[in-house]
């Protein structure tokens, strides 16, 4: 059984940080892509960041410079730090993982930025 579990969201003041987590279990971490996404109200869900199996990683342009993505494949976790937040970055983040034909969502996770 495939689980992704966010965490880390939270309430944060504009230009503060946050760090989330997403722990995988069920499958094959280090071969899979994990990315980030988010979904603000009434607004469609969209990708935030990226990060392939090699390591390397991609962003929207709007977090680029504030936001970083990483992963630990010996704790099979990936991570998206947030700095420098705004409002605009206000929605439920979410985790996927995917390889292949294979795409898992986490629950998601709500991170709220005041201004």
């Known amino acids: 059984q495939v689980q992704l579990s966010e965490s880390g969201g939270g309430l944060v003041q504009a230009g503060g940080s946050l760090r989330l987590s997403c722990a995988a279990s069920g499958i094959i971490f280090s071969i899979h892509s994990m990315a980030w996404y988010r979904q603000a109200p009434g607004k469609q869900r969209k990708l935030v960041a990226l990060i392939r199996p090699s390591g390397s990683g991609s962003y929207t342009d709007s977090v680029k410079g504030r936001f970083t993505i990483s992963r630990d494949n010996a704790e099979n976790t990936a991570y998206l730090q947030m700095n420098s937040l705004k409002p605009e970055d206000t929605a439920v983040y979410y985790c996927?993982?995917?390889?292949?034909?294979?795409?898992?969502w986490g629950q998601g996770t709500q991170v709220t930025v005041s201004s």
């Open positions: 996927a993982a995917s390889s292949g034909a294979d795409n898992y």
